[in-house]
Structures are given as C-alpha cells and as structure tokens.
Nanobody
Framework: QVHLVQSGGGLVQTGGSLRLSCASS????????VKWYRQAPEKQRELVAS???????TYEDSVKGRFVTTRNTVNNTVFLQMNNLEPEDTAVYYC?????????????WGQGTQVTVSS
C-alpha cells in the first residue's frame, strides 16, 4: 500500500503561481510513475503531468510551458509548480502513483487539493 498526502493549492489570481506537493510513503524509485490529474466541476478528470521513476516528465498540451513537475527523492515528494495560472486551471488536483511490474499496475491516489484561479 502506498499512501500519498497532498498539500498546497488555494486561491490565486490570474497570472499567479501555486505549488502542489504529493508526499509518498514509498520510495519514488519503486513507483512506475506519479501522475497529476485535475477535475473541474462537471468535467471528466484529466491527466495534467507525469514523472517517472527515472525522472522523465510529460505534460498535457494546455499546461506545457506553464506547469513543471519535479521530485525530491530524499523525502519522496513530487511537486507540481503551476505558473501563469488561468481561470480554466480551476479544479481539484490529484496525484496518483502507479506501482507494479506484472500486469496492470496498482494505483494509489492522493486526497486531492482545490486550486481556484480568479479572473
């Protein structure tokens, strides 16, 4: 079992920045990948960014150049730095860890954190 505890988020004006944290109870080197999702009201949850056990990152097109995901492998925490925020970024943000080498990986979710961007 992997426990993920999220922190950060809050209310910010358009153009502002926020940083989300996702602290893992498991070493990041033992997780296949940590992904960031968001879910806006009445919308489906969407993948925003990811970072693999090797540190490779990917981003959804709408956040490229604005969001950066990094990690601290000493305290097993993944971060999502969000810059130049827009009202469309308003959502509940979740981190998810995937683990496993055989078959479908196990999935573990953080509790979610609200990000609100005012215009």
């Amino acid at each position: 079992q992997v426990h993920l505890v999220q922190s950060g988020g809050g209310l910010v004006q358009t153009g502002g920045s926020l940083r989300l944290s996702c602290a893992s109870s498991e070493s990041l080197f033992l997780l296949n990948v940590v992904k960031w999702y968001r879910q806006a009201p009445e919308k489906q949850r969407e993948l925003v960014a990811s970072i693999t056990s090797r540190g490779s990152t990917t981003y959804e097109d709408s956040v490229k150049g604005r969001f950066v995901t990094t990690r601290n492998t000493v305290n097993n925490t993944v971060f999502l730095q969000m810059n130049n925020l827009e009202p469309e970024d308003t959502a509940v943000y979740y981190c998810k860890a995937e683990k496993g080498s055989w078959g479908p990986p196990m999935e573990f979710w953080g509790q979610g954190t609200q990000v609100t961007v005012s215009s």
